[in-house]
Every structure is written in structure tokens, then in C-alpha cells.
């Protein structure tokens, strides 16, 4: 069966400070991989989505950035964190092919502070 | 991609009937509706998926119009654990097209 493992569950980092949350997937063979965030109470903001190793859509200029080094390995990183990166980011996987359905891990909880 | 709308919130109590309906005025033909069910501090879970007419599952219906304009949930004697926010999606069957983007979800809340 497949599992996506995503991690840290909680963060509390400086304002200014760098950030690395890392997914993985597991089961699975070039699954198609994305960030989401969603602030307090909001809903679902897409940040990235990756279709294949290298291979980076970004949705919402920002100052962060994705990587996917692996095939089933989605990295989400900033270099320099803000009082608005705030939030609970959430790694999804889907299989590729017609009418697939996501499967979401289960976040992380970022505060920058 | 189709933009959603959905109602805020909705409340019900134990035993009835929800039907939640989405807004999805410029879906494209290759275009399928999800919806998905989410707990705080936890990822959304699928729930149900369709095309066109009618698609019934163990815990849910999706009802989607000949036009496909709208879509909506219906859960069947909902309890409190059926408390959640619940998100509609519409995405296009392209693969090269990844771009899946959630609305702002309907916040259902189940009294006893």
C-alpha cells in the first residue's frame, strides 16, 4: 500500500530564519507531488505541484521554493522565513493517470515568530 | 481550471440529511468534480468523485447536473463525527495539467 510520510509535525522558527520541510512517498512510482498551505481557519492555497523529478510548477510567487531531487521525494524550502509563512503546510500525492484523487500527509504546523 | 463556490457553512443535527452545493459555472469538458472531507489539524480526505449524473458510495452521493454547472454532496443521516470542513475540486482530466486548486470549503457543523 502506499503512505506519504511528511515532517516535521511542528515548527516554530525565527522570523529570517531558513526552512527545509521535507515528503516522501512511498508505494508509489512517479506519483505527481504538491505543497499546499492553509492559514488559521482558511482553506487550501496551492503553493507547488511537480508532474516529474525536476520538474517545479509554482502557483503563488513567494519567497519559497520547491525541489524534487527524487521521484518520490517533494521538498519545500525558504531561505529567509516571514511572519506570513505561517501556517500548515500539507504534502499531497496522486497517482498520475485520469481522474486520480489526492492523498494529503498529515502537516506540518509551522509558526514563525 | 474551474473556480468553485460553496456556501460558508451549513448546520444540521444528528440524523438528517446534508446536501452541500458547489458552484462550478466554468467547468470544461475535461473537467471532474471531487469533493474531500477535512478534520482540524489533518489533511483532507476523499470522499467522492464524478463526472456527469449520479455517483453513490458507501458514506456519501454526488449529484452533478446535465449542464455540470453545480455539483452536490449528500450525506446521509450525518453524526457528529460528520463535523468537518468539506471541499469541492474541480480538475482537469489532463495529466500535464496539475494546477488543483481548493475553494474556500463548507464548514458543516452537526448538533445533537
Known amino acids: 500500500s502506499q503512505t506519504i510520510h511528511q515532517w516535521p509535525a511542528t515548527l516554530v522558527q525565527p522570523v529570517g530564519s531558513p526552512l527545509s520541510l521535507e515528503c516522501t512517498v512511498e508505494g508509489t512510482s512517479n506519483p505527481n507531488l504538491y505543497w499546499y498551505r492553509q492559514a488559521a481557519g482558511r482553506g487550501l492555497q496551492l503553493l507547488f505541484y511537480s508532474v516529474g523529478i525536476g520538474q517545479i510548477s509554482s502557483e503563488v510567487p513567494q519567497n519559497l521554493s520547491a525541489s524534487r531531487p527524487q521521484d518520490r521525494q517533494f521538498i519545500l524550502s525558504s531561505k529567509k522565513l516571514l511572519l506570513s509563512d505561517s501556517g500548515f503546510y500539507l504534502c499531497?500525492?496522486?497517482?498520475?493517470?485520469?481522474?486520480?484523487?489526492?492523498?494529503f500527509g498529515s502537516g506540518t504546523q509551522l509558526s514563525v515568530l | 481550471l474551474a473556480k468553485t463556490t460553496q456556501p460558508i457553512s451549513m448546520d444540521s443535527y444528528e440524523g438528517q440529511e446534508v446536501n452541500i452545493t458547489c458552484s462550478h459555472n466554468n467547468i470544461a469538458t475535461n473537467d471532474y468534480i471531487t469533493w474531500y472531507q477535512q478534520f482540524p489539524s489533518q489533511g483532507p480526505r476523499f470522499i467522492i468523485q464524478?463526472?456527469?449524473t449520479k455517483v453513490t458510495n458507501e458514506v456519501a452521493s454526488l449529484f452533478i447536473p446535465a449542464d455540470r454547472k453545480s455539483s452536490t454532496l449528500s450525506l446521509p443521516r450525518v453524526s457528529l463525527s460528520d463535523t468537518a470542513v468539506y471541499y469541492c475540486?474541480?480538475?482537469?482530466?489532463?495529466?500535464?495539467?496539475?494546477?488543483?486548486?481548493f475553494g474556500s470549503g463548507t464548514r458543516l457543523q452537526v448538533q445533537p
Open positions: 464524478g463526472y456527469k
Open positions: 499531497a500525492w496522486e497517482r498520475q493517470g485520469l481522474n486520480e484523487k489526492l492523498f
Open positions: 475540486l474541480v480538475g482537469d482530466m489532463d495529466t500535464g495539467r496539475r494546477a488543483l486548486t
